[in-house]
């Protein structure tokens, strides 16, 4: 059966490694960081501006001049740091963020990614969302595998401006896990009860199947 | 070296129709609500206003908007101000997006006397186009150009008379590199005291890139999104 | 996120000879003085060392030439280091001079991603021989490359377990933008305390830009000209 | 009578206006603080990393972790802020500075100048000079009128590797004041007993001398 959004955001908290410093997008990226497990000490960076995010802050000790990406109020952890734009793009652009996880509309199997512009519809702007995947180390896609048309959102080419090229590792839907090599995406897991055949029908681009593939441990 | 102006109305007396102003804030958090409801009193029009965001609908740079004073906005993200996306669809102004990291190094460089330098962000994208790119060791960039600006204006949470600032939390974001760019950078303050009373290891923003500042009152600071735990 | 090492010998047990180390300090304040004590300890050798001087004849980078471990030093001033001319004069090492602001600027721009950018400074010396030149707005300009650096030694005031570090007065100067272009930033502090105990608003150098801290012990901090009042 | 450091120091001292941020090299150009008149408030930028430098330190407050360009102990001023060389080196680069002043080995009268390597002689290095040359508004170079064997140090061009180009924009020595004018050296103060035909004589490019030269008010 397709995960909900808590499955994706669970299957994505897999990915998180001890000492990670990891950047996540709005929705269901956010979301995957209330399932990281305990022995697993990561460090959120929020592109405006803060290290060591820590979740929504009480009542009593919210701050209007302490918020996250997504322009919500946030608290700050122990050990956290503050700093402006620029040194925050710094550390972006330098290759310091291990992780970075966002959503997409479409992901090609050369790792292109459409994320931020369907014209004639919103015009919203790329954020930071440009800068993240020209420099992340490893970028992972959360989305669904298809759109709500039902039409496949990995394929072979972008029909949507590009956010950036050749730069998405991984993408985790609510149909599988799939990889971006260099000969083209690779399936690795499956969700639970879904088939390799659903899958290979719901992907509009070549899909490498590499023996038995396994169901997500989530 | 007092920097001190009594009011907000004298420090933008001078601005011009047509020219280039910084607007620090990422959203609304940081925002210079005293420099932007003068800039609104004082109709200045056909501005050209470098901002991370349009604010919204009915706050921060959207105010500027709604008012018919902007003629171009550089801006990363609008997605918050549906007036904003309205008006750029009725042909009001003229907007221009650029990564939102390109935005603070571009502030950055041109405070730091740098004309150019390049990026990975946005190559191969509708955002280079018409830029110059260029290889460095086996990896493709964007040259960009340092913003340059006749007035930045600035919100910070203390600052003294020679226009050293300090910045709360997440509310510095764009302030600093944009007073860093500014010809008169203009620094709103929630608190103002006499050089000498903050630590010099504590200042964000050196006061060599602050032209004139003042105390304001009776902030808004709307928050945008409030999100609490367990509600 | 724990980054504390037991001791500097434990940081620098794998660096290979020819390895390129960034070495913080102006002169001899602000200096990694365990770091270099403990390089000269470890022999490695054929270092290619980017700092801001040469230190003087008996401390700081001058050690390390002393003891013939520096292939090639690049740096903006040898003065203070008569030791450090003769060995040049000698052919012991190769020195390249590059002016203070551009190695500063070039460390911050290793460590923020940025390959390129332009600079007025050395533009029409000999400082800029082989470098590529623009014009942007009527003015000449020099193209200057990001540093790349396998390690990068930083001295802080304070630090804590997470990497976060604050510099005392005049002693940050290069120790903050080498800090964010080394590969692997070994930072070592007077006072390391667990982290949670400084002030997220005063940290100068964000701890994701240092992957190993210690606490130093006895640092000798050595004045280079003791001036005083009326004496 | 041509000047002592002393005198030189003094003369610069008037180029200080309120409210300027100011650079000074080691030696004559530092000594020109001293002379500062007292409705004159300015703030003394130092590149290691100090706005707002004061003078030499008491036996009981001196620190080693604060010091100059010149690496020797200072103090700090109400008002000060510290930071690193790569804003340090932003605020001389981008103009902030309103006003520089250094020692020169040879300055043209286009305005180069060349002051930091005698080849053949010493290597010290550039330190910070191609930097304050190359950006600041204002350029004023405090030297001798002639160097030790008597040669001129104002030249049409420098026999010595070059700091910067068209960037000096007055020269103040012990004989004169000179101005760097789109038309070459204009002669516009003498020392006091000093005559025109002296400075003439000791000045390798062309002089502009314009009606009456007034002496020095030091």
């Given at each position: 059966?397709?995960l909900?959004?808590?499955?994706?955001?669970?299957?994505i908290?897999?990915e998180?490694?001890?000492g990670?410093?990891?950047?996540?997008?709005?929705?269901?990226?956010?979301?995957?960081?209330?399932?990281?497990?305990?022995?697993?000490?990561?460090?959120?960076?929020?592109?405006n501006?803060?290290?060591?995010m820590?979740?929504?802050?009480s009542?009593?000790?919210?701050d209007a001049?302490?918020v996250?990406?997504?322009?919500q109020t946030?608290?700050?952890?122990?050990?956290?740091?503050?700093?402006?734009?620029?040194?925050?793009?710094?550390m972006?652009r330098?290759?310091?963020i291990?992780?970075?996880?966002?959503?997409?509309?479409?992901?090609?199997?050369?790792?292109?990614?459409?994320s931020?512009?369907?014209?004639?519809s919103?015009?919203?702007?790329?954020?930071?969302?440009?800068?993240l995947?020209?420099?992340?180390?490893?970028?992972?896609?959360?989305?669904?595998?298809?759109?709500?048309?039902?039409?496949?959102?990995?394929?072979k080419?972008?029909?949507?401006?590009?956010?950036?090229v050749?730069?998405?590792k991984m993408?985790?839907?609510?149909?599988?896990?799939?990889k971006?090599t260099?000969?083209?995406?690779?399936?690795?897991?499956?969700?639970?009860?879904?088939?390799?055949?659903?899958?290979?029908?719901?992907?509009?681009a070549?899909?490498?199947?590499d023996?038995?593939?396994?169901?997500?441990?989530? | 070296m007092?920097?001190?102006?009594?009011?907000?109305?004298e420090?933008?007396?001078?601005?011009?129709?047509?020219?280039?102003?910084?607007i620090g804030?990422?959203?609304?958090?940081?925002?210079?609500?005293?420099?932007?409801?003068?800039?609104?009193?004082s109709?200045?029009?056909?501005?050209?206003v470098?901002?991370?965001?349009?604010?919204?609908?009915?706050?921060g740079?959207?105010?500027?908007?709604?008012?018919?004073?902007?003629?171009?906005?550089i801006?990363?993200?609008?997605g918050e101000n549906?007036?904003a996306?309205k008006?750029?669809?009725?042909?009001?102004?003229e907007?221009?997006?650029v990564?939102?990291?390109t935005i603070a190094e571009?502030?950055?460089?041109?405070?730091a006397g740098?004309?150019?330098f390049y990026?990975?962000?946005?190559?191969?994208t509708?955002?280079?186009?018409?830029?110059?790119?260029?290889?460095?060791?086996?990896?493709?960039y964007v040259?960009?150009?340092?913003?340059?600006?006749?007035y930045?204006?600035?919100?910070a949470?203390?600052g003294?008379?020679?226009?050293n600032?300090?910045?709360?939390?997440?509310?510095?974001?764009?302030n600093?590199?944009?007073a860093?760019?500014?010809?008169?950078?203009?620094?709103?303050?929630?608190?103002?005291?006499?050089?000498g009373?903050?630590?010099?290891?504590?200042?964000?923003?050196?006061g060599?890139?602050?032209?004139?500042?003042?105390q304001?009152?009776?902030?808004?600071k709307?928050?945008e999104?409030?999100?609490?735990?367990?509600?």
């Amino acid at each position: 059966m397709a995960l909900d959004k808590t499955g994706i955001a669970k299957r994505i908290a897999q990915e998180m490694k001890d000492g990670y410093y990891i950047n996540l997008g709005i929705g269901v990226p956010t979301m995957a960081s209330n399932f990281i497990p305990e022995d697993v000490n990561v460090v959120i960076h929020t592109e405006n501006g803060l290290l060591g995010m820590g979740g929504y802050p009480s009542r009593d000790n919210y701050d209007a001049d302490l918020v996250n990406a997504g322009k919500q109020t946030v608290t700050a952890l122990p050990g956290a740091s503050f700093f402006d734009s620029a040194t925050s793009f710094a550390m972006i652009r330098g290759g310091h963020i291990d992780l970075t996880v966002l959503g997409a509309f479409e992901v090609t199997d050369k790792g292109d990614i459409a994320s931020w512009k369907i014209p004639g519809s919103r015009v919203k702007g790329m954020g930071g969302a440009m800068d993240l995947v020209a420099a992340a180390k490893n970028i992972i896609v959360a989305m669904t595998h298809t759109n709500r048309k039902g039409e496949a959102k990995l394929v072979k080419n972008c029909t949507l401006p590009l956010t950036g090229v050749q730069c998405v590792k991984m993408i985790v839907t609510d149909l599988a896990v799939v990889k971006v090599t260099e000969k083209g995406f690779q399936l690795i897991e499956r969700a639970p009860g879904v088939s390799v055949e659903e899958i290979i029908e719901k992907t509009a681009a070549p899909l490498i199947i590499d023996g038995e593939i396994p169901e997500m441990n989530i | 070296m007092n920097k001190v102006v009594n009011s907000i109305e004298e420090a933008i007396k001078d601005i011009k129709d047509g020219a280039t102003i910084m607007i620090g804030a990422f959203g609304l958090c940081g925002l210079p609500e005293k420099g932007i409801a003068a800039l609104l009193k004082s109709g200045v029009k056909d501005l050209t206003v470098i901002s991370c965001t349009a604010g919204v609908d009915d706050f921060g740079v959207g105010l500027l908007l709604q008012n018919h004073q902007i003629k171009k906005l550089i801006a990363s993200y609008i997605g918050e101000n549906d007036d904003a996306e309205k008006r750029l669809f009725a042909g009001e102004y003229e907007l221009e997006l650029v990564p939102q990291g390109t935005i603070a190094e571009r502030a950055r460089a041109g405070g730091a006397g740098i004309p150019a330098f390049y990026v990975p962000a946005s190559y191969g994208t509708e955002a280079a186009e018409g830029k110059e790119v260029r290889e460095f060791d086996g990896k493709m960039y964007v040259m960009e150009r340092a913003f340059k600006a006749d007035y930045a204006f600035v919100k910070a949470w203390k600052g003294d008379s020679y226009g050293n600032l300090i910045y709360k939390a997440t509310a510095n974001n764009l302030n600093n590199p944009m007073a860093m760019c500014g010809k008169i950078t203009i620094a709103e303050v929630e608190e103002l005291v006499p050089a000498g009373e903050l630590d010099p290891h504590h200042i964000h923003t050196p006061g060599i890139f602050v032209q004139q500042i003042f105390q304001g009152t009776d902030y808004e600071k709307r928050i945008e999104f409030l999100r609490l735990q367990n509600e």
